[in-house]
Protein backbone atom coordinates (compact mmCIF):
# COMPACT_ATOMS: atom_id res chain seq x y z
CA UNK A 1 0.00 0.00 0.00
CA UNK A 2 1.50 3.42 -1.20
CA UNK A 3 2.07 5.40 2.17
CA UNK A 4 0.57 9.07 2.44
CA UNK A 5 2.48 11.84 1.71
CA UNK A 6 4.03 13.22 5.17
CA UNK A 7 4.38 16.62 3.59
CA UNK A 8 1.14 18.62 2.21
CA UNK A 9 1.58 21.35 -0.57
CA UNK A 10 -0.34 23.70 1.92
CA UNK A 11 2.03 23.99 4.27
CA UNK A 12 4.18 27.01 4.86
CA UNK A 13 7.83 26.10 3.95
CA UNK A 14 8.76 27.06 7.49
CA UNK A 15 6.32 24.57 8.58
CA UNK A 16 8.41 21.72 6.96
CA UNK A 17 11.45 22.74 8.27
CA UNK A 18 10.35 23.19 11.62
CA UNK A 19 8.63 19.85 11.57
CA UNK A 20 11.35 17.73 9.55
CA UNK A 21 14.71 19.77 9.27
CA UNK A 22 16.29 17.31 6.99
CA UNK A 23 14.74 18.62 4.43
CA UNK A 24 16.04 22.19 4.11
CA UNK A 25 18.57 20.85 1.71
CA UNK A 26 15.80 19.27 -0.23
CA UNK A 27 14.11 22.92 -0.22
CA UNK A 28 17.48 24.67 -1.01
CA UNK A 29 18.46 22.01 -4.08
CA UNK A 30 14.99 23.20 -5.53
CA UNK A 31 15.33 26.72 -5.20
CA UNK A 32 12.78 26.96 -2.04
CA UNK A 33 13.75 29.82 0.42
CA UNK A 34 12.25 28.69 3.68
CA UNK A 35 14.28 31.20 5.65
CA UNK A 36 13.12 34.73 4.56
CA UNK A 37 10.35 33.18 2.12
CA UNK A 38 9.05 30.63 4.86
CA UNK A 39 5.79 32.19 4.87
CA UNK A 40 4.48 31.00 1.62
CA UNK A 41 3.25 27.88 1.40
CA UNK A 42 4.77 24.95 -0.27
CA UNK A 43 2.62 25.16 -3.33
CA UNK A 44 2.45 28.70 -4.35
CA UNK A 45 6.83 28.50 -4.14
CA UNK A 46 7.06 25.22 -5.92
CA UNK A 47 5.14 27.00 -8.55
CA UNK A 48 6.71 30.42 -8.86
CA UNK A 49 9.46 27.84 -9.81
CA UNK A 50 7.94 26.23 -12.09
CA UNK A 51 7.46 22.62 -9.89
CA UNK A 52 4.70 20.73 -9.73
CA UNK A 53 3.44 21.40 -6.07
CA UNK A 54 2.13 17.50 -5.92
CA UNK A 55 5.02 15.97 -7.28
CA UNK A 56 7.50 18.24 -4.88
CA UNK A 57 5.42 16.85 -1.78
CA UNK A 58 5.96 13.73 -3.00
CA UNK A 59 9.47 13.75 -2.90
CA UNK A 60 9.66 15.40 0.22
CA UNK A 61 7.90 12.71 2.05
CA UNK A 62 9.75 10.20 0.28
CA UNK A 63 12.95 12.21 1.63
CA UNK A 64 11.46 12.46 5.31
CA UNK A 65 14.33 10.69 7.41
CA UNK A 66 12.94 7.78 9.93
CA UNK A 67 12.80 9.41 13.44
CA UNK A 68 13.46 12.89 11.52
CA UNK A 69 11.08 14.43 14.61
CA UNK A 70 11.03 17.94 15.20
CA UNK A 71 13.49 19.63 16.28
CA UNK A 72 14.39 20.90 20.32
CA UNK A 73 14.77 24.68 18.71
CA UNK A 74 11.01 24.13 17.56
CA UNK A 75 10.02 23.66 20.71
CA UNK A 76 12.38 25.62 23.01
CA UNK A 77 11.08 29.13 24.95
CA UNK A 78 12.14 32.74 23.48
CA UNK A 79 15.53 32.29 26.20
CA UNK A 80 16.50 29.24 25.36
CA UNK A 81 15.79 29.91 21.57
CA UNK A 82 18.28 33.35 22.03
CA UNK A 83 20.85 31.58 24.25
CA UNK A 84 20.73 28.28 21.46
CA UNK A 85 21.02 30.76 18.13
CA UNK A 86 23.91 32.78 20.11
CA UNK A 87 26.02 29.73 20.87
CA UNK A 88 25.18 27.55 17.76
CA UNK A 89 24.78 30.09 14.82
CA UNK A 90 26.63 33.26 15.81
CA UNK A 91 29.67 31.11 17.85
CA UNK A 92 29.92 29.74 14.03
CA UNK A 93 30.09 32.31 12.08
CA UNK A 94 32.30 34.65 14.27
CA UNK A 95 34.82 31.52 14.32
CA UNK A 96 34.47 30.52 10.53
CA UNK A 97 34.03 33.67 8.33
CA UNK A 98 37.67 34.65 8.87
CA UNK A 99 38.86 31.71 8.37
CA UNK A 100 36.87 31.76 5.08
CA UNK A 101 38.11 35.45 4.15
CA UNK A 102 41.66 33.85 4.63
CA UNK A 103 40.99 31.11 1.76
CA UNK A 104 39.19 33.35 -0.47
CA UNK A 105 42.09 35.92 -0.37
CA UNK A 106 44.09 32.42 -1.41
CA UNK A 107 42.68 31.14 -4.31
CA UNK A 108 42.18 34.44 -5.38
CA UNK A 109 45.80 35.46 -5.83
CA UNK A 110 46.53 32.15 -6.83
CA UNK A 111 43.97 31.28 -9.22
CA UNK A 112 42.11 35.10 -9.98
CA UNK A 113 44.35 34.91 -13.39
CA UNK A 114 42.70 31.90 -14.86
CA UNK A 115 39.39 32.40 -12.84
CA UNK A 116 38.60 36.06 -13.50
CA UNK A 117 35.12 35.28 -11.16
CA UNK A 118 36.86 35.07 -8.53
CA UNK A 119 37.51 38.74 -7.63
CA UNK A 120 33.21 38.88 -7.57
CA UNK A 121 33.47 35.94 -5.39
CA UNK A 122 35.77 37.46 -2.98
CA UNK A 123 33.42 41.15 -3.46
CA UNK A 124 30.02 39.18 -2.63
CA UNK A 125 31.90 37.57 0.58
CA UNK A 126 33.17 40.12 1.81
CA UNK A 127 29.98 42.16 1.34
CA UNK A 128 28.31 38.95 3.27
CA UNK A 129 30.59 39.03 5.83
CA UNK A 130 30.62 43.19 6.37
CA UNK A 131 26.65 42.70 6.64
CA UNK A 132 26.39 40.13 9.17
CA UNK A 133 28.98 41.16 11.91
CA UNK A 134 27.27 44.04 12.89
CA UNK A 135 24.29 42.76 12.70
CA UNK A 136 24.95 40.33 14.89
CA UNK A 137 26.00 42.43 17.31
CA UNK A 138 23.07 44.27 16.69
CA UNK A 139 21.29 40.82 18.52
CA UNK A 140 23.39 40.50 20.67
CA UNK A 141 23.31 43.82 22.32
CA UNK A 142 19.92 45.29 21.82
CA UNK A 143 17.05 42.89 20.87
CA UNK A 144 18.42 39.88 22.36
CA UNK A 145 18.68 41.63 25.72
CA UNK A 146 15.07 42.90 24.98
CA UNK A 147 13.61 39.61 24.61
CA UNK A 148 15.12 38.01 27.60
CA UNK A 149 13.49 40.92 29.68
CA UNK A 150 10.20 40.65 27.91
CA UNK A 151 10.60 36.74 28.81
CA UNK A 152 11.45 37.79 32.35
CA UNK A 153 9.10 40.83 32.53
CA UNK A 154 6.28 38.27 31.38
CA UNK A 155 7.09 35.61 34.45
CA UNK A 156 7.17 38.57 36.88
CA UNK A 157 3.80 40.30 35.34
CA UNK A 158 5.31 43.54 35.07
CA UNK A 159 5.57 46.12 32.20
CA UNK A 160 9.46 47.50 33.18
CA UNK A 161 11.42 45.62 30.71
CA UNK A 162 9.03 45.99 28.08
CA UNK A 163 10.26 49.99 27.89
CA UNK A 164 13.75 49.62 28.78
CA UNK A 165 15.51 49.82 25.45
CA UNK A 166 13.77 50.82 22.09
CA UNK A 167 10.34 50.20 22.56
CA UNK A 168 8.38 47.61 21.05
CA UNK A 169 10.17 44.40 20.20
CA UNK A 170 9.13 44.81 16.83
CA UNK A 171 10.92 47.51 15.80
CA UNK A 172 14.55 46.14 16.20
CA UNK A 173 13.06 42.84 14.92
CA UNK A 174 12.15 44.93 11.57
CA UNK A 175 15.58 46.07 11.42
CA UNK A 176 16.91 42.45 11.82
CA UNK A 177 14.16 41.17 8.85
CA UNK A 178 15.23 43.45 6.24
CA UNK A 179 19.07 42.51 7.21
CA UNK A 180 18.07 39.02 6.77
CA UNK A 181 16.63 39.92 3.24
CA UNK A 182 19.53 41.65 1.93
CA UNK A 183 22.29 38.78 3.50
CA UNK A 184 19.96 36.21 1.89
CA UNK A 185 20.20 37.83 -1.37
CA UNK A 186 23.79 38.01 -1.32
CA UNK A 187 23.79 34.65 -0.44
CA UNK A 188 21.55 33.50 -4.05
CA UNK A 189 24.26 35.35 -5.64
CA UNK A 190 27.29 33.93 -4.32
CA UNK A 191 25.94 30.47 -5.21
CA UNK A 192 25.31 31.87 -8.40
CA UNK A 193 28.89 32.96 -8.77
CA UNK A 194 30.77 30.02 -7.82
CA UNK A 195 28.11 27.67 -10.02
CA UNK A 196 26.42 26.37 -6.73
CA UNK A 197 29.94 26.20 -5.03
CA UNK A 198 31.31 24.31 -7.40
CA UNK A 199 35.30 24.22 -7.92
CA UNK A 200 36.44 24.04 -11.48
CA UNK A 201 38.46 20.24 -12.56
CA UNK A 202 41.97 22.98 -11.85
CA UNK A 203 40.54 23.51 -8.59
CA UNK A 204 43.18 23.31 -5.82
CA UNK A 205 42.33 21.41 -2.29
CA UNK A 206 42.41 25.02 -1.57
CA UNK A 207 39.93 25.86 -3.36
CA UNK A 208 37.77 23.03 -3.06
CA UNK A 209 37.96 23.68 1.01
CA UNK A 210 36.95 27.32 0.27
CA UNK A 211 33.49 26.12 -1.80
CA UNK A 212 33.18 23.71 0.64
CA UNK A 213 33.18 26.09 3.01
CA UNK A 214 30.85 29.04 1.76
CA UNK A 215 28.57 26.04 0.76
CA UNK A 216 28.39 24.97 4.40
CA UNK A 217 28.04 28.65 5.77
CA UNK A 218 24.94 29.29 3.40
CA UNK A 219 23.24 26.43 4.65
CA UNK A 220 24.00 27.47 8.38
CA UNK A 221 22.90 31.17 7.49
CA UNK A 222 19.33 29.87 5.96
CA UNK A 223 18.93 27.89 8.55
CA UNK A 224 19.72 30.67 11.56
CA UNK A 225 17.86 33.22 9.50
CA UNK A 226 14.91 30.16 9.55
CA UNK A 227 15.25 29.91 13.47
CA UNK A 228 15.02 33.51 14.08
CA UNK A 229 12.29 35.00 11.14
CA UNK A 230 10.30 32.25 11.58
CA UNK A 231 10.44 30.51 14.90
CA UNK A 232 12.07 33.10 17.46
CA UNK A 233 10.42 36.60 16.27
CA UNK A 234 7.05 35.92 15.95
CA UNK A 235 7.70 34.00 19.66
CA UNK A 236 8.65 37.55 20.98
CA UNK A 237 5.87 39.59 19.79
CA UNK A 238 3.41 37.16 20.61
CA UNK A 239 5.22 37.20 24.37
CA UNK A 240 5.32 41.09 24.48
CA UNK A 241 1.50 41.44 23.18
CA UNK A 242 0.19 38.56 25.98
CA UNK A 243 2.15 41.12 28.65
CA UNK A 244 0.36 43.85 27.35
CA UNK A 245 -2.80 42.18 27.47
CA UNK A 246 -2.29 41.42 31.21
CA UNK A 247 -0.84 44.67 32.05
CA UNK A 248 -4.08 45.98 30.76
Not at 1 to 8: E, Y
Given at each position: ????????????????????????????????????????????????????????????????????????????????????????????????????????????????????????????????????????????????????????????????????????????????????????????????????????????????????GLAELEADTH??????????????????????????
Amino acid sequence: MRQMNVIDAEMTLAEVVNAHPSLARELERRGLDYCCGGARSLGLASTAKGLDPAVVAEELSAAVGVGDAAPDWSTMSVTELVDHVEATHHRYLWDEMPRLSALVDKIVSVHGSRHPELGEVSRCYAQIRADLEPHMLKEERVLFPLIRELAASSMAASSTAVESHCGSVRNPISVMLAEHDLVGTLLEELSGLTDGYQPPPDGCATYQACYAGLAELEADTHLHIHKENNVLFPAAIRLEQALGATIS
